[in-house]
């Protein structure tokens, strides 16, 4: 029963809606997630499975990049956590008889639920031009079919080769280092539609594109502020961080648009209390703000803080920061209307987080992809840095910044060399260790890949994981893009949309996953992770692969670059394939940080790396300093009659992964086309809750961009804001709309309008 796929496409998209629930996890948290294990695993296999998530010895889990606590419970996981080892652990498969059941017309019709529910890719597959199904084919095949590909290209840079972040350290070094070999730097990755933002202001404010804190620094702080993030589905571990915090004192302020139910109340599964009690009030202040107003907000409070006599830590201020006057110009000039126009709040509101904010001296800014995905998004993140660095709270226990990464290995690619912009001393190091001369041009980002392979410039995509066109913005430009690509590569553990949109050739490439036993000519590997929090740790697969020819994401890229560079390549890549340990061993050598690496991985529990600012208060920017930096207030100019749209997660949902059609704590059940919309403005509408609308996005091309068939559900949203599922809602995401510096999708504000068509 485990193992058998729904039949037909089950997405009967019929959403039944009751008022959202106030309380995340406790006892319905538990049965959720060993039910959804079960249904993909069986009863034994579950069991086996979940209790190595986490553990020193077991695999890291594949959900998000929340790091594990030092002292472990035999359970240490989450049921979102569940879920994503049970998507991967599953004992469905698809093999070729799928491929010839289902022409490649069939499943360009199927959702991504349903082409997610079949179950692991177990062969390579080979679509050709002109084909009606991928048919079966050999490795080598594969490979050189690849290599055939790219060296008929005019230059290397109409290759592009994208990561999504579930990749682990060794698969990424070694995925660079061919790019960079074959002479590219066309590596955009996940990261670019994500943190990408808060990467651009934290490198140039604080000198280094990651968070400032520690587990420890959480237990530690007086006030932590969680905005734009919704932690109880997509981060379910950092409560229990957040419980632990408030136990030692802590006070939380909650900045959203939302009123999420695992901000507001907690019920730990992992003590009696969670299970059987009311659980822990977590949020002290929720500040209800408008989408896009939290540059706004944090202005403000800026300015009080300067008009605070002895606010400011001034000591701090002068040894470390540069910046500091025309910042306080700025700050000082702040607008009480704007503010409140921009933020929907009131002043009385903002004024009692301003007495939490004084009263504390230890304090945390957390933060997600509700700051970084509008078109002010880096701005809106230097602002947070101003107010840490206004009370001096950066590089001292119990406070910091705090970017909450998603994809639980994303942070580590980067660090890997995963950058369409490398530094010009990553590349040096790469020069010296391998002997080769890595191009120096910047490289494609997500959006410019995109805008490439759509003006023909791109004609090779090859996908280290991920599913690139559900995942980015407006799909039908996308997928127009990458229709007009030679070949497209996807490396894979499950089947999704990117497999039935193609160039002209296609190929599947699939892969062992996190929980599975990877053994090389050198035994049996591990790999190694990085968290959300600078942690390097190993992971270990144990259970057998879903399919005995399988290749490891190292093993393929070995294998791939031998074809493709041959003999003028001097790098050992048999002997990397045999054994990971000799790429940590060069990692070891490029990176810095890394120093003894092997080693070092192999102790329990692995390695924090050094992080300047917060380790030693020493701020590796181009001033020496941490910058404080000055820019206008902006915030999304929403006209009469239309309202703001973010597009985001439900509880049942990996990004494109889509594990089921529920998402209790907002109280949806059975049905993802939703729209969350103020009663109030529902009714300005004349929309009733269980009308259907459709959803149009007006930008200044003109061009129209509709999802059709939308129920109205009225929510307790801010006032003039919307919210609705991704990857659903990409179609009205414009590829040009996008975060200044950064270039991420500004896919949380999107400017729509409604119109009410008769129930789908
Ligand atoms: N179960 C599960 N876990 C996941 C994922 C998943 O899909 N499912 N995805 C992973 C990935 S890759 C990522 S990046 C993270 C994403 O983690 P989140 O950032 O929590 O994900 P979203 O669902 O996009 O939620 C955005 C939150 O920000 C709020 N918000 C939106 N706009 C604004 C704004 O302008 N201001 C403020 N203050 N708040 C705003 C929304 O109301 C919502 O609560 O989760 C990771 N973990
Ligand atoms: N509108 C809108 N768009 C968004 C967002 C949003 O909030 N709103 N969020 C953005 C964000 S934050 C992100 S991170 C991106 C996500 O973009 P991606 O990372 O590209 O998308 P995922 O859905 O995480 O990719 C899922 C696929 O990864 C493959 N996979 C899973 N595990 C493995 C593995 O171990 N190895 C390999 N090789 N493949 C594997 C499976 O085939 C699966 O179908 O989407 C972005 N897009
Ligand atoms: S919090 Fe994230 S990493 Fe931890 S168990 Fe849950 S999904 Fe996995
Ligand atoms: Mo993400």
Same mark, same amino acid.
């Given at each position: 029963m485990a193992a058998k796929p729904p039949t037909g496409d089950p997405v009967q998209d019929a959403p039944e809606v009751s008022p959202p629930q106030q309380s995340a996890a406790g006892l319905p948290g538990v049965a959720h997630s060993l039910l959804a294990a079960q249904r993909q695993m069986g009863v034994r296999r579950t069991a086996l499975t979940l209790l190595k998530v986490n553990q020193k010895d077991g695999f890291d889990c594949p959900g998000c990049a929340w790091p594990e606590p030092d002292k472990r419970h035999a359970a240490e996981f989450c049921e979102n956590g569940a879920k994503a080892v049970a998507e991967e652990a599953t004992l469905r498969r698809v093999t070729p008889d799928f491929f010839t059941a289902h022409p490649i017309a069939d499943l360009a019709t199927r959702s991504g639920y349903w082409l997610g529910q079949q179950g692991r890719l177990t062969q390579p597959m080979f679509l050709d031009e002109g084909a009606e199904r991928y048919e079966p084919i050999a490795w080598d095949r594969a490979f050189a079919l690849i290599a055939e590909e790219l060296q008929a290209l005019g230059s290397p840079d109409e290759a592009v080769f994208y990561t999504s972040g579930r990749t682990s350290n060794e698969a990424a070094f070694l995925y660079q280092l061919f790019a960079r070999e074959f002479g590219t730097n066309n590596l955009p990755d996940c990261s670019n539609m994500c943190h990408e933002s808060s990467g651009s202001a934290l490198t140039e404010t604080l000198g280094i594109g990651k968070g400032s804190v520690l587990l420890d620094d959480l237990y530690q702080a007086d006030l932590i502020i969680v905005a734009g993030q919704n932690p109880g589905t997509n981060h379910p571990r950092m409560l229990t961080a957040l419980e632990k915090a408030k136990a030692n004192g802590a006070r939380i302020i909650t900045v959203n648009p939302l009123p999420e139910a695992g901000m507001e109340r907690f019920k730990n599964p992992q003590t009696a209390r969670g299970l059987t009690r009311g659980g822990t009030p977590l949020t002290d202040l929720f500040l209800q703000v408008r989408l896009g107003g939290d540059q706004a907000l944090f202005r403000v409070l800026n300015r009080l803080i300067l008009e605070n006599d002895g606010a400011v830590d001034e000591e701090f201020v002068r040894e470390h920061t540069h910046g500091f006057e025309e910042f306080a110009a700025t700050a000082r000039a702040a607008d009480w209307d704007e503010t409140l126009r921009a933020t929907g709040l009131a002043r009385a509101d903002i004024e009692r987080a301003l007495e939490m904010v004084l009263a504390s001296r230890r304090t945390i800014v957390c933060w997600a992809m509700g700051l970084t995905q509008h078109k002010h998004s880096v701005p809106t993140i230097r602002e947070v840095v101003n107010f840490l660095l206004l009370r001096g709270n950066v590089g001292r226990p119990g406070a910091g910044v705090c970017p909450v990464r998603g994809h639980s290995n994303v942070q580590g690619d980067r660090t890997m060399g995963i950058f369409e912009r490398p530094a010009p001393e990553f590349l040096d190091a790469l020069e010296k260790e391998f002997g080769f001369a890595p191009p120096r041009a910047h490289g494609l980002d997500v959006v410019r890949a995109i805008r490439a392979l759509r003006d023909g410039h791109v004609k090779v995509f090859f996908a280290m994981g991920g599913n690139f066109v559900a995942a980015s913005p407006d799909t039908d430009v996308t997928e127009a893009a990458m229709r007009r690509a030679r070949l497209t590569v996807h490396v894979s553990t499950k089947l999704n949309r990117s497999h039935t949109v193609t160039g002209a050739r296609a190929l599947i490439l699939p892969t062992l996953g996190r929980t599975e036993r990877d053994t090389q000519a050198g035994g049996?590997?591990?790999?190694?992770?990085?968290?959300?929090?600078?942690?390097?740790?190993?992971?270990?697969?144990?259970?057998?692969?879903?399919?005995? &020819?399988?290749?490891? &994401?190292?093993?393929?890229?070995?294998?791939?670059?031998?074809?493709?560079?041959?003999?003028?390549?001097?790098?050992?890549?048999?002997?990397? &394939?045999?054994?990971?340990?000799?790429?940590?061993?060069?990692?070891?050598?490029?990176?810095?940080?890394?120093?003894?690496?092997?080693?070092?991985?192999?102790?329990?529990?692995?390695? /924090?790396?050094?992080?300047?600012?917060?380790?030693?208060?020493?701020?590796?920017?181009?001033?020496?300093? /941490?910058?404080?930096?000055?820019?206008?207030?902006?915030?999304?100019?929403?006209?009469?009659?239309?309202?703001?749209?973010?597009?985001?997660?439900?509880?049942?949902?990996?990004?494109?992964?889509?594990?089921?059609?529920?998402?209790?704590?907002?109280?949806?059940?059975?049905?993802?086309?939703?729209?969350?919309?103020?009663?109030?403005?529902?009714?300005?509408?004349?929309?009733?809750?269980?009308?259907?609308?459709?959803?149009?996005?007006?930008?200044?091309?003109?061009?129209?961009?509709?999802?059709?068939?939308?129920?109205?559900?009225?929510?307790?949203?801010?006032?003039?804001? /919307?919210?609705?599922?991704?990857? &659903?809602?990409?179609?009205?995401?414009?590829?040009?709309?996008?975060?200044?510096?950064?270039?991420?999708?500004?896919?949380?504000?999107?400017?729509?309008?409604?119109?009410?068509?008769?129930?789908?």
């Open positions: 049996d590997q591990f790999v190694t992770v990085e968290d959300s929090m600078g942690m390097v740790h190993a992971s270990r697969g144990r259970l057998e692969p879903a399919h005995a &020819e399988l290749l490891s &994401e190292p093993a393929i890229v070995c294998r791939l670059a031998r074809h493709v560079l041959g003999e003028q390549s001097r790098t050992p890549w048999e002997e990397f &394939e045999g054994d990971y340990g000799h790429v940590r061993d060069r990692i070891a050598r490029v990176i810095p940080g890394f120093e003894d690496f092997d080693a070092r991985v192999r102790k329990s529990g692995g390695f /924090a790396l050094p992080h300047a600012p917060r380790d030693e208060r020493r701020f590796p920017t181009a001033t020496g300093k /941490a910058n404080f930096t000055a820019a206008p207030v902006e915030y999304p100019k929403v006209p009469e009659g239309r309202l703001l749209l973010q597009t985001l997660r439900s509880h049942d949902q990996y990004n494109t992964t889509i594990y089921g059609l529920d998402d209790r704590y907002r109280g949806i059940k059975n049905g993802r086309r939703v729209v969350l919309i103020h009663p109030e403005d529902a009714r300005e509408r004349g929309l009733a809750d269980g009308a259907y609308a459709d959803l149009v996005s007006e930008w200044r091309d003109g061009i129209e961009r509709r999802a059709p068939g939308f129920r109205v559900v009225h929510y307790p949203t801010a006032r003039g804001c /919307a919210a609705a599922y991704y990857p &659903e809602t990409n179609v009205l995401v414009p590829l040009d709309a996008t975060a200044d510096t950064s270039n991420t999708p500004a896919s949380k504000s999107v400017v729509i309008r409604l119109e009410q068509t008769a129930p789908v």
